[in-house]
C-alpha cells in the first residue's frame, strides 16, 4: 500500500501571512480574519474536503527592522494586524467533528501554567483534536512587547524551552492519574485526592506549584509540532517533537535533515519513525497545465517584494537599488547570510536577480503547478523520494486554494491510494497521525515519563543544553528562510518563518 | 416606564461553582463542561431566552487551605477542575448572534501584551459582545503557580491591576487611530503607518513598546466588570469599572456600596451613572409557592458544608466540632473577621448555626423563592428600592435553572416592562448595556484618554495608589463573603469571591 499523504492547511490569523501582497487580489477573502463567519467557513470547507488539519503560525511581535519601522508591514498587512490563533481555533471547534487544528505559541514570553490550562481546555473542547507549534519566538519587537530589551539569543531561548515544555508535562501528564476522575455521585467523589499531585517544579526559570487545574484531556499533551533550521532546534526535536515542518532547499537537503531528526530522536529513546516530517508545499492546480500556469502569473501581479523584505527583517534594502547592479559590488561588507554566500560564490549575480528570489513564492522542491496528475506526479515523489509524511499547504487565495485541493487534488490522491476516503469519526488529532490507540504521548516520549507516576515528578530532569554556536551546516534551514531572509540577527539560521 | 433589569447567567467553567455540593444532583450537567456541546447548548437556551450575557467566573489556583490541602476541594470539584473561560466563550460566540459574554481574568501573574491581544481578537469574532471581569487573584497556590512564594498584598495588587489596565488602555484604544485600517486594494494599502503607533509604555511594573498587533475592535475596550468588596477595590472601579457586581448583605449596604462607587466615578470625572450595579441573585421559581419550596428541599439535599469551607479558605473546621458547641467559646484567639465579629457579638449562637449559614444557599436579601409573581415582586423591589441595575443568576441545576427563569420569570417581568421583548439585533454588549451608539469606553473614562490621539501615549499618567489598610468599613463585602468566608489570610476583605 502507498504511503499516504498527510495534508494541512496552512494558516495564520493575519490578513497577509506568507504570500506576500495576495491580500490585494480582489478575489482573496483574507480581510476577513476579524470575522468569526470566515473561520467557519474555512473549518467547514476543510471539513467537507477531510483535510487532516488546518495549522496556524503566529508572532507576537511586529516586522519593523526593515527600514527601520512599521510602514511596509502595516500597509501590506504583513502580519499586522494579526489576531490569536487559539480563539479561532475554539471557534471553528464549534462548527466540526473531525478537522484537527494547530496553533502556534512561544515559550519564551508567557507563563506556562496559564498556557497549559488553555491548552488543556481546548483539547477538551476539541474533543483531542489539537496540536500545538512549539516556537521560542525571533522578533526583537516581540521581546519589547514583555518588558524585555531585545532578544534573548537562539540557543538560550531553546534551553527556556526545554524547561517551559516539561513543565507542561508535569501538568499535562503528571498531574492527574489516569484514575483519578470517578464521578461518583452517589459517594460524592468527583475525583479522588490521592490521584491529583502537585507538579512542585523549579528549575532555573520556572517555579510552578500545580496542580494541574484542569483534568486530563483526551490527548493530555497536544500533539507537538516544530518547525527547525537550527542544530539547537533538531536536538529540541530528537526529544520532544512528533511532527517537524523540515526545511531545506533541494532533496538531498530534506533528506540530510530527516535523518539527522531522526537520529536525534533515537538518541533520546524514541524510534525513528516516532516523527513525521512536513514540507510547506504550493499547489497550483488546474485543468490544463496552461490554465493553471496563467492562474500562477495571475497570483504573481499582486506579488510585493517589499513585503518579503520586511517580512526576512531586512537591513539591506535591496528594494532601492537598480536591479542590474552585481549584489557583489553593493552588499554591505558586514552582512551575513544567504546572500552574502551568494555575492561570494557567484559575483554576478545582480541585485534584480535577488529580488526575483526575495519576492517570489519559493519556488523550489515543493512547488508544482499543473493538472491534477502533474501535480499528485510531483506530490508522490516529495513522499516517495524525499520521505516526507505531509504537506503544509500554502494559500494563494482564500478560499481559492483550498477549494482547488480538495476538488482536483483530493480526488487525485484517493485514486493512487494517497489520502483516505474519509474520516475515521472521533478519532484525536494524534490517532489520525499515529494511528488507532494512539492518542496519547508514545511511553517513550520523554513526557510520558511523567504519566501515572508521581514518583516521577520528584526526579530532577537533564535539562537540554545547547552551546551559543552558529547551527551546524549539517542542517539546512527552511527553505523560506533561505530565499526569503536577507539578514538574521545574532543567530546564524532562524528556526521558523512563521 | 419602569427601569429594566439587565439579567445575565452565573457561570464558571467548573463543575462546582458557588453552589457547593449540587454537581451531585442527578439532573445536574455541570459534568459536562469538558464537552464543547455543553457550552453551544447553553449559549443557544440563553439566547433564545435573551438573557443579556453569561457571566464567567474564573480561578488560577486551587482552594487548598482548608484543612492544609486539596483533599476537599477535589472531592467536591469545588472549582477544580476549572478551565478558562475565553475559549468556551469563543465556542459559543459560533452559535450564537447576539449573546453577550464576560470572562474573568486577572491583572496579576500573565503579561498585559498577551492578554490584550487575546480580548481583541474575542471582541472581534463576538463582533463586540465581549466583558472582561478585572480581578487580582486571591488565592495562594495561584501565586504559587505563577513563580510567587506567596500572594501579593491586597491592595498592592490594586496598585499593579491600575498599571496593567493602562498599558490595555494604550493598545485598545490608542495603537491604532480609527481612520488607521483603509483596506485600499487599488493603492495597496491596508492600513496607514502613520495612524498606527508604538505604545511605549514603561511603568513600575510593566514595559510594552507596541503596537498592538490586532486592529481596533467594535467595542475596543471591552465592557469592564468588577467586583468589589474592599476600599481600594471601589476606589479602583471609581477609575475604571463599568459595570459592578456589588457586594453587601442588607439593602442599606447596598445602597450605601452603590453611592460610594458613584462618588468614586465621579471624582474620576465621570457621571454617576457610568457604572452599572448588579448583585448576584438566587431565583427558585415554581407554578405555586409551595412548588418553588420543594424545589429548594430538593437542592438542600445535595448541598455541601466541607466544600463551602473550602471555598471560604476556612483556618478553623467547623465541621469538626459539634454543633451545639458555643461559637464563642471554641474560636481560635487569633481568629478575624465575620464570625469573630459575631462571636464577640453573639456569644450564644452556636457552631450548628455557623454550619448552617456556611453551608446554605447564602439565602439573603436576593434569595427569593415563589411563583413568577412573588419572584418578581422581589426583584422589583431590589431594582427601585435598592437601585441594582441587574442580576448575575445564580444556577442550582444546570441547566434547569436558565430554563426555568427564561419560562417562567422573563415573561412576567416582560409584562411588567422589565425586560426587553427581543435583542436589538446586533448591538454590541457595551450598547446593550450604556444604549444604542454607546459601543466604545465614553469619552470621559480614563482609557478613552488615548483613542485618536497619540500625544497622550506620551503623558505620564496618575497612577491610582492605595494604602496599605484594612478596608473602610463604608463598603460592605460581597454577601457570599461575609456569609462563607471564616476568616481571610493577610487581607481583611477580599475583593470576590468566584
Same sequence: chains 1, 2.
Avoid at 513522499?383 to 494559500?395: A, F, K, S, T, V
Amino acid at each position: 500500500m502507498p504511503k499516504p499523504l498527510v495534508v494541512n492547511l496552512f494558516e495564520m490569523n493575519c490578513v497577509s501571512h506568507i504570500v506576500h501582497g495576495l491580500w490585494s487580489h480582489p478575489d482573496n477573502n483574507r480581510h476577513r480574519i476579524n470575522d468569526i463567519e470566515y473561520w467557519k467557513e474555512l473549518a467547514q470547507l476543510l471539513e467537507y474536503g477531510t483535510f487532516d488539519a488546518v495549522f496556524l503560525a503566529d508572532v507576537i511581535g511586529a516586522y519593523d527592522t526593515f527600514r527601520d519601522g512599521l510602514d511596509t508591514a502595516v500597509r501590506e498587512a504583513m502580519q499586522i494586524p494579526r489576531n490569536d490563533p487559539f480563539l479561532a481555533i475554539a471557534a471553528m471547534a464549534a462548527v466540526t467533528r473531525n478537522l484537527g487544528f494547530g496553533g502556534t505559541f512561544s515559550t519564551t514570553y508567557e507563563p506556562p501554567f496559564g498556557f497549559a490550562q488553555r491548552i488543556s481546555t481546548l483539547d477538551h473542547l476539541t474533543n483531542g483534536r489539537l496540536g500545538w507549534n512549539i516556537v521560542t519566538s525571533y522578533l526583537p519587537n516581540a521581546a519589547r512587547n514583555f518588558g524585555l530589551d531585545d532578544e534573548i539569543p537562539h540557543d538560550k531561548r531553546f534551553e527556556i524551552a526545554d524547561e517551559y515544555i516539561d513543565v507542561l508535562y508535569k501538568l499535562w501528564e503528571g498531574s492527574w492519574e489516569d484514575s483519578a476522575v470517578l464521578f461518583d455521585r452517589e459517594s460524592r467523589i468527583y475525583a479522588d485526592p490521592a490521584r491529583v499531585h502537585y507538579i512542585d517544579h523549579a528549575s532555573e526559570h520556572y517555579k510552578v506549584e500545580g496542580p494541574h487545574l484542569t483534568q486530563p484531556s483526551r490527548q493530555r499533551t497536544p500533539v507537538l509540532f516544530q518547525a527547525t533550521g537550527s542544530k539547537a532546534g533538531a536536538e529540541f526535536a530528537g526529544r520532544h517533537a512528533e511532527v517537524v515542518f523540515t526545511g531545506g532547499g533541494t532533496p538531498e537537503e530534506v533528506r540530510a535533515n530527516i535523518r539527522l531528526m531522526k537520529a536525534r530522536a533515537v538518541a533520546h529513546g524514541r524510534t525513528p519513525d516516532s516523527i513525521k516530517f512536513l514540507v510547506r508545499a504550493a499547489v497550483i492546480v488546474g485543468r490544463s497545465d496552461l490554465e493553471a500556469q496563467k492562474k500562477l502569473e495571475g497570483y504573481r501581479k499582486y506579488q510585493s517584494v517589499e513585503a518579503a523584505l520586511a517580512h526576512g527583517q531586512s537591513h539591506f534594502d535591496f528594494a532601492r537599488v537598480p536591479p542590474s547592479v552585481k549584489l557583489s559590488t553593493i552588499l554591505p561588507k558586514d552582512y551575513k547570510g544567504h546572500w552574502r554566500r551568494l555575492a561570494d560564490t557567484a559575483p554576478e549575480v545582480t541585485v534584480g536577480e535577488a529580488l526575483r528570489q526575495i519576492g517570489g513564492f519559493n519556488e523550489g522542491r515543493y512547488f508544482v503547478v499543473g493538472t491534477p496528475k502533474t501535480v499528485v506526479d510531483e506530490i508522490e515523489r516529495w513522499i516517495d523520494e524525499d520521505g516526507i509524511d505531509g504537506i503544509n499547504l500554502l494559500q494563494f487565495l482564500t478560499f481559492e486554494t483550498a477549494r482547488d485541493f480538495i476538488e482536483r487534488v483530493i480526488p487525485e490522491l484517493r485514486r493512487r491510494g494517497r489520502f483516505r476516503e474519509s474520516y475515521n469519526d472521533g478519532e484525536t488529532l494524534r490517532e489520525r497521525i499515529f494511528g488507532a490507540g494512539h492518542s496519547r504521548l508514545p511511553a517513550e516520549h520523554y513526557g510520558a515519563r511523567y504519566r501515572n507516576n508521581p514518583a516521577a515528578l520528584k526526579i530532577p530532569t537533564q535539562r537540554l543544553r545547547f552551546a551559543e554556536t552558529p547551527a551546524d551546516a549539517s542542517i539546512a534551514p527552511l527553505a523560506a528562510v533561505a530565499a526569503r531572509t536577507p539578514t538574521i540577527k545574532r543567530t546564524a539560521a532562524p528556526t521558523a518563518l512563521p
